[in-house]
């Protein structure tokens, strides 16, 4: 059992000084309000009755409207500090493991180790990595509650909790330390935690990159020399020199689905602020490189080429190279700004690299290994990563703008009218004007505004491709596919802008500059998706659009829309079957499928570590690039800290490796038939089980709008895009993060388990021996592991007992509505224990399960505090009154969020 006095040890210091905080922002009373309550609650969970319940109720009920802000504002803070507390014992824990020279689980020195008792050897494991790689992309889906002010004093605050561990600092010091700590909470106190304006796309580019500037530029090549020097140790060779299997890209400013504020034009300053980032970050790396360089001629000599290279003969010639170096990427930047540059530029990131290359080559040739690998290579690394791109974007639109535009084009072209085709005269018509070299663009008519934006799009990639490299944007991203048509429709709008086209004419391969990337999201479409990609394989022009991309093609799987589709069972075993079935179609067809994987952080929207998401997987699916989204809140809790970034890394990338070159276990190999009937036929109870309470059920809208805060939470200005993509108030079309976020807001997290209980109860009553075959599942079957403990994590966040008032604000839906949802729960919980022959929910996570008991006690006053707001905001008619209700809603859900680690 690991050591946890140093945690609590932190919590009881950052609980002490937040007290004595209170005190002297707010007074005494604040803090006895706080306590009151604090007690109330701790005796109400650790004895559930009508007493205990009224006790709690009476405690929140009677803080004044003039403190109440303050003293929700009191719990949201502590939970802020103990997630602090806690990202600080993980790292505590990782340096102890360093210390104690043991292979920590999950590390590349246990993966290379595994890979090493598979039989593989130092080339194996090279090719393996040119195969392999994991792409994670930052979006900017609206999860991340807390502002970018607070998580700045955040990572102050984290930094001072790791000088308390330093063995050498006095008792002076620590007080001192602690003095620091008190006036970063005073800060934290006195910063407004909910966000006043809504944030632009640009402000979401902004923060998106400030984890690329602040901690991943430099964690990043990193991880990658850890990857290196765990090959070289684990194989006994001197130097090796591994491809980059670890790459970023992002959505912010490129996914437009419903964001009408995602326009060409913030997609064009977007790849600006990116390359600017990037060209700053290597002219701040050049200057500390010629701090660090200072080797002399004279002391130790230096090539000729490198010598001749140079515009003045100087007896310090690395420092005289970066001296030039800089003034050719700061010509560079001029050019991007789209001025003259004054001399010499960098035309491509390869130009740069031939300079680096050259000190390189000069300094290993005379005795300075050590300063190539101490300080070029890293930069090496960093150039080879990061180009002049900074961070690849992803263009992402719904493929109903896509087809306007091409109708519109038809029309005006003089071609059939495209809306009134069918799909197989689509793919003709399609087909026909991709094979042909003639434009149906004309750039004298004025079109729509849907179509000249759509052509706009299409447009600034090809300028980007143009300013910035081919890596800039690499993806075209397409929402809702239903057709094999809705591809070609953008390849077809790609070519009109000159992205795709016949150099040489038809008969050559064509010049393709953009992937086109299907996105499957609902249950039907996953269904549907091996069909779709069966016929634009055997599509002459698709293929040879294919070919110019060395026949691999990206398919993205939406975990979101699928859950909120059809419950969490039905989505995820959908998602495994339809990458099984794409994968033989693909192995028939000579394609490399490379698939992106679109999770959210919520349990509900394909959450959970990541590395078990990873080894989920077909062992197939994993030999190729592996894409992933990392969402909202998910952003900031693994790359805001560089040690936990870099733990992130690792134990993704190396969950990759384990994962791809996995040998399915002897009972997978015999059973595995069986196991796919087993959930068949369980998937298709829990499908009718959720959809029977969330799309027929003739009370569930209504209890949803009352018994969660889904319509406040559309008022919290986390994001640009709207909450929903139409004014409907139906469930189809609400997007997923508020669905989900809601849920969990209110302690149901339903869409992460309802219709499991009643799929697994069905499918065991039909027969009892199915239950050994579910047990044989659990333990040897990745999938089914991750499935059921995701699940157990769910179910332990979830909470009933929290869930009933938030069911009371329904009425008589409520009545009607909250019975089944409970009982679903129990059916539920039972069964995961009666599969994984577990005591207690998270039996195999204590730490996690530990977490979850002890914060209870302390989010309950938060969820107390957000019904009875919710049901004072409803009934109140009173503008000014209403304001200030909501502002105190919206401080709840910021502090719940923080209690339980999730938004959406």
């Known amino acids: 059992m690991a050591n946890d006095a140093p945690l609590h040890r932190?919590?009881?210091?950052?609980?002490?000084?937040?007290?004595?905080?209170?005190?002297?922002?707010?007074?005494?009373?604040?803090?006895?309000?706080?306590?009151?309550?604090?007690?109330?609650?701790?005796?109400?969970?650790?004895?559930?009755?009508?007493?205990?319940?009224?006790?709690?109720?009476?405690?929140?009920?009677?803080?004044?409207?003039?403190?109440?802000?303050?003293?929700?504002?009191?719990?949201?803070?502590?939970?802020?500090?103990?997630?602090?507390?806690?990202?600080?014992?993980?790292?505590?824990?990782?340096?102890?493991?360093?210390?104690?020279?043991?292979?920590?689980?999950?590390?590349?020195?246990?993966?290379?180790?595994?890979?090493?008792?598979?039989?593989?050897?130092?080339?194996?494991?090279?090719?393996?990595?040119?195969?392999?790689?994991?792409?994670?992309?930052?979006?900017?889906?609206?999860?991340?509650?807390?502002?970018?002010?607070?998580?700045?004093?955040?990572?102050?605050?984290?930094?001072?909790?790791?000088?308390?561990?330093?063995?050498?600092?006095?008792?002076?010091?620590?007080?001192?330390?602690?003095?620091?700590?008190?006036?970063?909470?005073?800060?934290?106190?006195?910063?407004?935690?909910?966000?006043?304006?809504?944030?632009?796309?640009?402000?979401?580019?902004?923060?998106?990159?400030?984890?690329?500037?602040?901690?991943?530029?430099?964690?990043?090549?990193?991880?990658?020399?850890?990857?290196?020097?765990?090959?070289?140790?684990?194989?006994?060779?001197?130097?090796?020199?591994?491809?980059?299997?670890i790459r970023f890209g992002s959505w912010m400013g490129g996914d437009r689905d419903g964001n009408p504020n995602v326009t060409a034009e913030i997609t064009q300053q977007t790849l600006l602020l990116h390359c600017d980032l990037a060209l700053n970050k290597y002219a701040s790396r050049l200057r500390e490189l010629g701090r660090d360089l200072s080797s002399s001629v004279e002391r130790v000599g230096a090539d000729d080429e490198l010598l001749r290279s140079l515009d003045t003969v100087s007896d310090e010639p690395y420092r005289a190279k970066i001296n030039q170096m800089l003034e050719r990427l700061q010509n560079t930047r001029r050019r991007i700004h789209g001025e003259s540059p004054h001399g010499d530029y960098y035309a491509t990131p390869a130009d740069m690299m031939a300079d680096v290359e050259l000190m390189a080559k000069s300094l290993a040739n005379h005795r300075g290994e050590r300063l190539v690998e101490a300080y070029l290579h890293p930069f090496m690394l960093q150039l080879q990563l990061f180009g002049f791109h900074m961070v690849t974007l992803d263009i992402r639109q719904h493929s109903g703008v896509h087809e306007q535009a091409v109708a519109e084009l038809f029309q005006t072209a003089g071609l059939p009218d495209y809306m009134a085709c069918d799909e197989a005269e689509r793919m003709q018509l399609l087909s026909e004007c991709l094979a042909s070299p003639r434009p149906i663009r004309n750039p004298y008519h004025t079109y729509s505004d849907v179509t000249t934006e759509a052509l706009a799009v299409f447009d600034c990639v090809r300028r980007g491709h143009e300013i910035y490299g081919r890596d800039c944007v690499r993806d075209y991203l397409i929402s809702m596919t239903q057709g094999a048509s809705d591809l070609l429709e953008v390849l077809l709008l790609a070519k009109e802008s000159g992205l795709f086209g016949w150099p040489e004419g038809p008969s050559e391969p064509p010049r393709s500059h953009i992937n086109v990337v299907p996105l499957f999201e609902t249950i039907e479409d996953l269904e549907a998706a091996p069909a779709i990609m069966e016929s634009l394989f055997a599509n002459d022009v698709y293929r040879r659009h294919l070919a110019a991309h060395d026949h691999r093609q990206e398919i993205m799987l939406g975990y979101s829309d699928s859950n909120k589709d059809g419950g969490y069972l039905t989505a995820n075993w959908s998602l495994y079957t339809a990458q099984r079935r794409l994968l033989a179609i693909a192995k028939e067809q000579a394609v490399k499928i490379k698939f992106f994987h679109g999770r959210g952080g919520a349990l509900g929207r394909g959450g959970g570590p990541v590395e078990q998401s990873i080894l989920a997987q077909p062992t197939e699916a994993l030999r190729g690039h592996v894409k992933i989204t990392e969402q909202g809140e998910v952003i900031s809790q693994r790359y805001g800290h560089p040690g936990i970034a870099e733990r992130s890394l690792e134990s993704a990338t190396a969950a990759v490796l384990i994962g791809a070159t996995r040998q399915n276990s002897e009972q997978w190999q015999a059973a595995h038939e069986r196991w796919f009937a087993l959930l068949d036929r369980a998937s298709k109870q829990s499908f009718r089980a959720y959809r029977k309470l969330v799309f027929e059920h003739p009370d569930f809208l209504q209890y949803f709008h009352q018994a969660t805060p889904i319509d406040e939470i559309g008022k919290m200005n986390i994001g640009s895009r709207p909450a929903k993509r139409t004014n409907s108030a139906?469930?189809?079309?609400?997007?997923?993060?508020?669905?989900?976020?809601?849920?969990?807001?209110?302690?149901?997290?339903?869409?992460?388990?309802?219709?499991?209980?009643?799929?697994?109860?069905?499918?065991?009553?039909?027969?009892?021996?199915?239950?050994?075959?579910?047990?044989?599942?659990?333990?040897?079957?990745?999938?089914?592991?991750?499935?059921?403990?995701?699940?157990?994590?769910?179910?332990?966040?979830?909470?009933?007992?929290?869930?009933?008032?938030?069911?009371?604000?329904?009425?008589?839906?409520?009545?009607?509505?909250?019975?089944?949802?409970?009982?679903?729960?129990?059916?539920?919980?039972?069964?995961?224990?009666?599969?994984?022959?577990?005591?207690?929910?998270?039996?195999?996570?204590?730490?996690?399960?530990?977490?979850?008991?002890?914060?209870?006690?302390?989010?309950?006053?938060?969820?107390?505090?957000?019904?009875?707001?919710?049901?004072?905001?409803?009934?109140?008619?009173?503008?000014?009154?209403?304001?200030?209700?909501?502002?105190?809603?919206?401080?709840?859900?910021?502090?719940?969020?923080?209690?339980?680690?999730?938004?959406?």
């Open 10 to 245: 932190d919590i009881r210091v950052l609980g002490d000084l937040l007290g004595e905080v209170l005190v002297e922002q707010c007074g005494t009373e604040v803090f006895a309000q706080v306590e009151r309550i604090r007690l109330a609650a701790k005796t109400f969970r650790a004895e559930p009755s009508p007493a205990t319940r009224k006790a709690l109720t009476d405690a929140v009920a009677a803080v004044p409207a003039e403190l109440r802000n303050d003293t929700i504002h009191a719990f949201s803070v502590y939970f802020q500090l103990v997630n602090l507390a806690e990202q600080n014992h993980r790292l505590r824990r990782h340096r102890d493991y360093d210390r104690s020279q043991q292979v920590l689980r999950g590390s590349f020195r246990d993966a290379v180790a595994t890979l090493a008792n598979r039989g593989m050897n130092e080339d194996d494991v090279n090719r393996l990595l040119e195969e392999v790689g994991i792409e994670l992309v930052l979006t900017a889906h609206p999860t991340e509650a807390l502002r970018r002010s607070v998580l700045d004093k955040h990572t102050k605050i984290a930094a001072f909790l790791e000088e308390m561990d330093d063995p050498r600092k006095t008792p002076r010091e620590l007080t001192a330390i602690h003095e620091q700590i008190r006036t970063e909470i005073v800060a934290l106190w006195q910063t407004r935690s909910v966000r006043k304006q809504r944030i632009t796309v640009l402000d979401e580019v902004r923060n998106g990159l400030y984890f690329l500037d602040q901690i991943l530029f430099d964690v990043l090549p990193h991880v990658h020399q850890k990857l290196e020097a765990a090959v070289r140790d684990q194989f006994g060779v001197q130097s090796c020199d591994l491809p980059s299997v």
């Open 730 to 904: 139906r469930i189809q079309d609400l997007r997923a993060i508020p669905w989900v976020f809601s849920w969990t807001q209110s302690r149901h997290l339903l869409p992460a388990w309802y219709g499991f209980g009643t799929a697994m109860q069905h499918v065991l009553q039909e027969d009892h021996g199915h239950l050994n075959e579910f047990r044989a599942m659990y333990r040897h079957w990745p999938f089914f592991r991750t499935l059921i403990d995701n699940l157990q994590m769910a179910l332990a966040k979830a909470d009933m007992l929290v869930a009933r008032e938030y069911a009371l604000l329904a009425g008589e839906a409520g009545e009607r509505i909250f019975p089944e949802i409970e009982a679903e729960y129990e059916r539920s919980r039972r069964v995961v224990l009666l599969i994984t022959e577990y005591d207690h929910l998270l039996d195999n996570r204590s730490v996690i399960q530990e977490s979850i008991s002890l914060r209870n006690p302390y989010v309950d006053p938060l969820s107390f505090f957000q019904v009875r707001l919710l049901q004072q905001l409803r009934e109140t008619a009173d503008e000014a009154e209403r304001d200030a209700l909501l502002a105190d809603v919206l401080q709840t859900i910021n502090g719940i969020a923080a209690g339980l680690r999730n938004t959406g």
